[in-house]
């Protein structure tokens, strides 16, 4: 059974920095590449970041904008994300992904002053 567990998120103010967690079983982690995606409060689902297997190739949305880093460790099967310089607009439930149709429970980001 493929589990995807997210972690790390929290309350920040703007301006700050959180760094998202994913923890994959189920499945051979280092066979697939992995996304990040959102969903802000009554919002739609939005692609945040993509890696590659190998982590040879990393995209991000625009509006990213070199914030956010995404990396992963095959050897401990986990996803991460780095989220820098956080504004409101960055309020969401981020969402691991992979193989376009598994997805884990979620981590709530609140960026707040």
């Known amino acids: 059974e493929v589990q995807l567990v997210e972690s790390g998120g929290g309350l920040v103010q703007p301006g700050g920095s959180l760094r998202l967690s994913c923890a994959a079983s189920?499945?051979?982690?280092?066979?697939?590449?992995m996304s990040w995606v959102r969903q802000a409060p009554g919002g739609g689902v939005e692609w945040v970041s993509g890696i590659s297997r190998g982590s040879g190739i990393k995209k991000y949305a625009t509006f990213v904008k070199g914030r956010f880093t995404i990396s992963r460790d095959n050897a401990k099967s986990t996803l991460y994300l780095q989220l820098n310089s956080l504004n409101t607009e960055d309020t969401a439930m981020y969402y691991c992904?992979?193989?376009?149709?598994?997805w884990g429970q979620g981590t709530q980001v609140t960026v707040a002053s």
């Open positions: 992904a992979t193989q376009s149709r598994y």
């Open positions: 189920g499945f051979t982690f280092s066979s697939y590449a």
